[in-house]
C-alpha cells in the first residue's frame, strides 16, 4: 500500500470513526442511559462491531464462512442505511435545540416536559424502524415498469419486440440466489422477445455468483432471442473482468462488448463497457462512432450502455432505443435529488428527435438493502415497428 492509499484509509477510519461516535453518544444520551441492564461497555462494543461489519465482510470474504459473512454483510448493509438517514435526523434535532434557545419556538409546556427528550427518542427510533420496513420492502418487492414504442424503421416480418429490460442486479451476499429466482421466475412471465442487462450483474465479487451457482438460474430465462448484457462498473470491481465475462457467457448471458450483433438480420444489439473499466482492464472503450460505422442503418439500433451520460452520442449516431442503470434513482431519499442534477435522464423516459432513451432505477441494491423514493423494477418494453 503506498503512502496515498494510506493516507487515504486513515482519512476514511477518522471521518467513519467520527460519525459513528457522534450517533453512539446520541443513542446513548437519549436511549442507553435510560436502559437498567444495558452497561456501557457492552453498548460502545456493539455499536463498534456494528460499525465495522460490512468492511470486515469486504476485506475477509475470502476467509469468513459463508453464513458469518452473509450476517456481517447484511448488518453492516442496514448500519449504512441507519447511518444516511440518522445523519440527516440527528443534527436536524440538534439545530432546532439550539434555536429554540434563542427563539423559543418551542411551547415551553413541551420543552419543559420531563418526558421531552424521551417522547423525540421514541419518534425517531419509530421513524427509522418505518423507514428500514418500507425501504425493505421497496427494495424486495421489484415492480413492472412498461413502456410503448414506435421505431420508424422497418425490420422484415418482424412488426413488433417485446424488451424486458433489468439492470443493476448486484448479485451476492444481499441479493442473493433467491432473489435471482425471484426476478427469473417474474421476467418469463413476461414472454419477453429478447432480455437486455444493462450492467451491474454482480454487485462487486463473482465467488457468490459461482458459489450459489447462480448460472444455473440464469439458465432458467425464456426468450424469443436469447439474454444480451454490457459490462457495469461493479462487475469489474473487485473480480476480473474477463473472468466474469467468462462465467456470464456459460450462464448464457452474451455479454455484448463494445460491438453490435445482428439479431434475426432485423435489428441490431449494441453494447458498451462502462467506461469506469477503463482504469481496471487498461483497455479505452470504444467510440459508439466506430462501433455502429459499418452497421446497415436502416435497421433499428438497441443500445445497452450502463450509464446514462453523454445521451448526444446516441442521438448523433442514430441510435433508435438506448437503456441504461446504474443511478438506482438515488435509491434513498433524498439522493434522488442528487441524481436529477447528475443526470440528464436519472429515471424514466426520455426522447431526443428520433432516438428514445429509458433509465431503469434497477433492480437490486448497493449498499443498504433498501429504498425509499425509488422501487426495484423491472422494465417491460414493447416495441412497434414501421409496416
Known amino acids: 500500500?503506498?503512502?496515498?492509499?494510506?493516507?487515504?484509509?486513515?482519512?476514511?477510519?477518522?471521518?467513519?470513526?467520527?460519525?459513528?461516535?457522534?450517533?453512539g453518544l446520541r443513542g446513548w444520551q437519549s436511549i442507553g442511559i435510560h436502559i437498567p441492564f444495558l452497561n456501557n461497555k457492552v453498548y460502545w462494543l456493539l455499536i463498534i462491531l456494528v460499525a465495522i461489519a460490512y468492511i470486515i465482510s469486504m476485506l475477509l470474504s475470502s476467509y469468513i464462512p459463508s453464513m458469518v459473512l452473509n450476517t456481517l454483510n447484511i448488518i453492516g448493509s442496514y448500519w449504512m442505511g441507519m447511518i444516511f438517514y440518522l445523519l440527516l435526523i440527528l443534527p436536524t434535532i440538534d439545530l432546532l435545540k439550539i434555536l429554540n434557545e434563542k427563539f423559543s419556538f418551542i411551547p415551553r409546556s413541551l420543552s419543559d416536559n420531563s418526558n421531552y427528550p424521551s417522547i423525540i427518542s421514541i419518534v425517531v427510533v419509530t421513524l427509522l424502524i418505518g423507514v428500514m420496513v418500507y425501504g425493505t420492502w421497496s427494495g424486495r418487492s421489484a415492480k413492472v415498469t412498461k413502456y410503448d414504442l414506435k421505431i420508424n424503421k422497418t425490420t422484415g416480418n418482424l412488426k413488433t419486440l417485446k424488451v424486458v429490460m433489468v439492470s443493476d442486479i448486484?448479485?451476492?451476499?444481499?441479493?442473493?440466489?433467491?432473489?435471482?429466482?425471484?426476478?427469473?421466475?417474474?421476467i418469463n412471465n413476461l414472454n419477453p422477445d429478447i432480455v437486455l442487462i444493462p450492467g451491474d450483474i454482480i454487485d462487486s465479487s463473482l465467488e457468490p455468483f459461482v458459489k450459489e451457482k447462480m448460472s444455473d438460474n440464469f439458465k432458467r430465462l425464456k426468450s424469443v432471442y436469447g439474454v444480451y448484457a454490457c459490462l457495469g462498473n461493479h462487475d469489474g470491481m473487485r473480480s476480473k473482468v474477463e473472468d466474469g465475462v467468462k462465467v456470464f457467457n456459460a450462464a448464457g448471458i452474451n455479454i455484448v462488448r463494445d460491438k453490435a450483433i445482428l439479431i434475426n438480420n432485423s435489428f441490431y444489439v449494441i453494447g458498451r463497457d462502462d467506461i469506469s473499466l477503463e482504469s481496471s482492464t487498461n483497455v479505452k472503450r470504444k467510440e459508439l462512432s466506430y462501433i455502429t460505422k459499418?452497421?446497415?442503418?436502416?435497421?433499428?439500433?438497441?443500445?445497452?450502455?450502463?450509464?446514462?451520460?453523454?445521451?448526444?452520442?446516441?442521438?448523433?449516431?442514430?441510435?433508435?432505443?438506448?437503456?441504461?442503470g446504474h443511478t438506482h434513482r438515488g435509491q434513498l431519499?433524498?439522493?434522488?435529488?442528487?441524481?436529477?442534477?447528475?443526470?440528464?435522464?436519472?429515471?424514466?423516459?426520455?426522447?431526443?428527435?428520433?432516438?428514445?432513451?429509458?433509465?431503469?432505477?434497477?433492480?437490486?441494491?448497493?449498499?443498504?438493502?433498501?429504498?425509499?423514493?425509488?422501487?426495484?423494477?423491472?422494465?417491460?418494453?414493447?416495441?412497434?415497428?414501421?409496416?
Open 1 to 23: 500500500m503506498n503512502k496515498l492509499m494510506l493516507l487515504i484509509a486513515i482519512l476514511f477510519l477518522l471521518f467513519y470513526g467520527g460519525i459513528n461516535y457522534y450517533i
Open 170 to 186: 448486484h448479485l451476492g451476499s444481499v441479493v442473493n440466489n433467491q432473489r435471482l429466482t425471484e426476478m427469473v421466475n417474474q
Open 294 to 324: 459499418d452497421l446497415d442503418k436502416s435497421k433499428p439500433l438497441l443500445l445497452m450502455d450502463h450509464q446514462p451520460i453523454k445521451l448526444g452520442d446516441a442521438e448523433m449516431q442514430g441510435i433508435n432505443l438506448q437503456v441504461s
Open 333 to 387: 431519499f433524498p439522493a434522488n435529488i442528487v441524481t436529477s442534477l447528475i443526470f440528464e435522464l436519472d429515471y424514466g423516459y426520455l426522447e431526443k428527435n428520433n432516438s428514445k432513451y429509458i433509465v431503469s432505477s434497477g433492480y437490486g441494491t448497493w449498499g443498504p438493502p433498501i429504498r425509499l423514493g425509488s422501487r426495484s423494477e423491472i422494465v417491460e418494453i414493447n416495441i412497434k415497428f414501421k409496416k
